[in-house]
């Protein structure tokens, strides 16, 4: 157990709506992470925040946005969901940003995503 | 940007040594680390080198060559708990704070 908690595990959606996918970070991280997993894809980074700040933006669609809340817990908001967006994401946290506390960030057992 | 290539798979017999190499392409470089991630799994940290050389741990080491932008993990006494997907990944620095991953190296230890 990494100490990082995603809700919910599991989320059938219609295309077209929005879902929320939500992150507890590590006991005292103030850095959070978002990454998608699709089948046959490695880990695509989307978006990064540290202490309630973005810090990093990376492949993230329009249609996603994200925010870290003052209590460091983080959401990702999906919205107009296609086909394509069903994969497993991820979130991450680590104690600093990166290179203060090396390349090592948690991982969350992840939300699987089906959109139908 | 950044970028990272690994084999997509590699197959190896329980009880032997398997190497899974990884070369790099980063506008600046802070180091390279190793992931492990069973199917249906959260990736987990495995080593990091910001340093030229060998990491030790355990069964499992870890070298980087700087000057070739390369780096592999070595896996010895394999066991078939270690058939996962094995990932490296960079953080360039330099005002970017994205960790990157290579798309990961299928390992599959067989009897």
């Known amino acids: 157990d990494s100490g990082v908690t995603q809700t919910p595990k599991h989320l059938i959606t219609a295309t077209g709506q929005r879902v929320t996918l939500r992150c507890s970070p590590r006991?005292?991280?103030?850095?959070v992470y978002w990454y998608q997993q699709s089948l046959d894809q490695g880990l695509q980074f989307l978006i990064q925040y540290y202490n309630g700040e973005e810090r990093a933006k990376g492949n993230i669609l329009e249609r996603f946005s994200a925010q870290q809340f003052p209590d460091l817990h983080s959401e990702l908001n999906l919205s107009s969901l296609e086909l394509g967006d069903s994969a497993l994401y991820f979130c991450a946290s680590s104690p600093s940003e990166l290179g203060a506390s090396g390349n090592t960030i948690y991982f969350g057992e992840g939300s699987w995503l089906t959109v139908v | 940007g950044q970028s990272l290539e690994q084999p997509s798979e590699v197959t190896a017999v329980e009880g032997a040594i398997v190497q899974i190499n990884c070369t790099y392409q980063t506008s600046g470089f802070y180091g390279l680390s190793w992931y492990q991630q069973h199917d249906g799994g959260a990736p987990t940290f495995l080593s990091y080198n910001a340093l030229d050389g060998l990491e030790e741990t355990g069964r499992f080491s870890s070298f980087l060559s700087r000057s070739d932008s390369y780096g592999y993990l070595l896996l010895q006494e394999l066991q078939m708990k270690d058939s996962a997907s094995y990932f490296c990944?960079?953080?360039?620095?330099?005002?970017?704070?994205?960790?990157?991953f290579g798309k990961g190296t299928k390992l599959s230890v067989i009897p």
């Open positions: 990944a960079t953080y360039s620095g330099a005002g970017s704070y994205q960790l990157t």
């Open positions: 006991s005292g991280d103030l850095s």
